[in-house]
């Protein structure tokens, strides 16, 4: 496979090497793979349909590549009042006909789940991870 191919064997579309020629959502999604930039503000439902906020962003596991945590911005308006809610990967279920990933949960239940700002979600990840696993019931992405 040539790695530097606009078409070819990956099926993704555009430059696939990481170089200067890469322009941003050249490949951001095949029939099984999307890339972290196309799933950032992609909206979050629970399963009435009700819109609760979108994806701020993912969290990578380090050492086995797998996605930790959806951060999901919640609550807010256009930015002001935000709230930052890490949500185990594994309870978000993408719904094309809704166009974003649904939970599992109500409104009130994301209201009193665990939730930090942008400087409490730093480097110190032990800090608040056994708490959102807990509150979801959720297997961590370490077991």
Known sequence: ???????????LTGSTGRGADRQP???DETDTLISADKVQGTDVYNEAGEH????????LHKE???V??????????????ERYHPIPWSVLTYRVDRGGY???????????????SIEELGDR???????????????PYWM
């Open 25 to 27: 959502g050249s490949y």
């Open 64 to 66: 086995s590549g797998r």
């Open 102 to 116: 649904v939970v599992p949960y109500a409104r009130n239940q994301l209201e009193g789940a665990p939730h930090y």
């Open 1 to 11: 496979m040539n790695i530097g191919s606009t078409t070819g064997a990956t099926g």
């Open 125 to 139: 990840d032990t800090q608040w991870r056994d708490t959102v696993h807990t509150y979801y019931g959720a297997t």
């Open 68 to 81: 930790a945590y959806a951060i999901m911005a919640f609550g807010g308006f256009l930015g002001i009042g």
């Open 52 to 59: 609760l906020g979108h994806i701020e962003d993912v969290m």
